[in-house]
């Protein structure tokens, strides 16, 4: 079924780092007002804003302590009323980040919960008692590290949190919070939001009956596991309560939904209209979460999942397409060696997944071609997560280089220094001193250079999207039917899209040698870009080094 937004293309907007206008070293919400023509004229129609409500940022405001108010450090409600409204007049939807797996330990709900065994509240949050010797019941392990159990000394129990200790989380076997939940979700919604993008829900059904589970770490912990049987009822709950029939949609970000369950969740009749899988994007994280030891990982590890991912979805189904957010390294230093960072290879790798079939994600700075910090020292690091990482694997006897090493590839950190708007001081970002540094390379890689340049990255995108949505193609990049060509291949992606009569190739060279692929054959029609400033006259697939191009083409065999 043709929904309203399938022709959209979204940005995502992580306010802490993207534009202070009051000087504290901390973006937010006027800031993000300010440069609503900057994500317009890109060809955007929806933000994705990561969270702006009241927060003790332990997690930098994924640790809620009141869903109906934002945080002074964003700013105020009025600032996110106008927020809504001056986006709409540019025809831009807001989708706010939905954390409701768990809430901050200073959420009134929390407090109330742990004054007292007899609290009303107390079945909100999920307790268990010690057992004989003083131990939680099980050795589940957090996203983050460490125990999932913390001992609440006031009131003499443990509390379950699949993140941090700061973010307890809820117990969604509970009517009367679900109903709380429900009654703050129709709110936001009344304000004019354009939807959810629902944070961690996988993880709201929990592993009952607790019991040990087999450790896939040293120190004997399990890592918590997202997507329990049994989830759906509430996610089902949720929907008809919420979203059915309302001018919105939602993406959920759903780690653990196996691509046979794809349908289920964000099929015809799915839970939401959209998935964040992740598949494609932990191809460098060990099978029990860890960044270390490094992990060797192959182009098709990325595009193989892609594919299926693609197949998931062919019955009407639909995604989100994403190769950055604010948990991910930079995706030009991830899919490019150092020495070939380039515009030209950035270029590539922007081409590589924005013509399946989905949504777009572009994350702040990738569109101008942000990369990963090269800090080597632990402390200068401000993400609990990498934090955890780097710790834990000195303890599992890992040296100091390894731990590092992991850091520099994978810290959440590469995605959330200051986005880079101009070449002076700090980028830009802040007249005050910006609560995380800035990359060093920001005199060159900057916003303002990009909008001034005709052969930037971001002039790319824009092209890219003026494609995506353009009356001749957008039906067939929405809708076409996808193939992976030569998918065994461990340097070029190549897939087409065809609806009807007309078929888009699009190919990707990763290497730096040129890629002679004759076997697939095919009449060029139209070269319609590529990250090569000549046109495209080849009727055959002669790729240089990262090179990317979109070819309008009749194939000549059903199959390749
Ligand atoms: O991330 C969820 C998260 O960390 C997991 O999906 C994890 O990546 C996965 O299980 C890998 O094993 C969301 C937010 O995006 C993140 O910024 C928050 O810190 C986190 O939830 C907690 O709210």
Known sequence: MMKSWHYEVAY???PKSFNDTKGDGSGDIPGVIEKLDYIKDLGIDVIWLSPVYRSPMKDNGYDISDYQDIDPSFGTMDDMRQLISKAKKRNIRIIMDLVINHSS???P????????????KRDWYIWEEADEEGNPPNNLRTNFGGSCWTWHVGSQAYYFHSFTK????????NKDMREALYTMINWWIDQGIGGFRVDAITFIKKQFPWKQEPADSPDGTAKVQPNQPGIGKFLQEMKERCFTG??????????GVPFSQYDEYAGVDGYFDMLIGFEHIDVDVNDNGRWYPSKDWHLSDYTKPLTEEQKAISEGGWTALYIENHDQPRSLSRFIPEAHQTDYSAKAVAVS????KGMPYVYQGQEIGMTNVNWEDINQYDDIWTIDEYHTALREGFSHQTAIEAVKRRSRDHARTPMHWDDSLHAGFTSGTPWLPVNDNYQSVNAKQAQADDSSIRNFFKKMISLRKSDTYRETIAYGSYTHLVPDHDTVYVYTRSLKDQTVLVAVNFSATPQKLSQIQFKLNQHLFGNADHAWTKEVLNLDPFEAVVLDVTRLQSEY
């Open 353 to 356: 997944y924005f013509f399946l």
């Open 166 to 173: 700061e973010q307890p989380d809820l117990n969604w076997d």
């Open 109 to 120: 709900w929390f407090l109330a919960s742990a004054s007292s065994k007899d609290d009303p």
């Open 12 to 14: 995502q907007v992580y």
């Open 246 to 255: 309302k001018d919105i949609f939602t993406v959920a970000e759903a780690p």
């Open 105 to 107: 330990d200073q959420h």
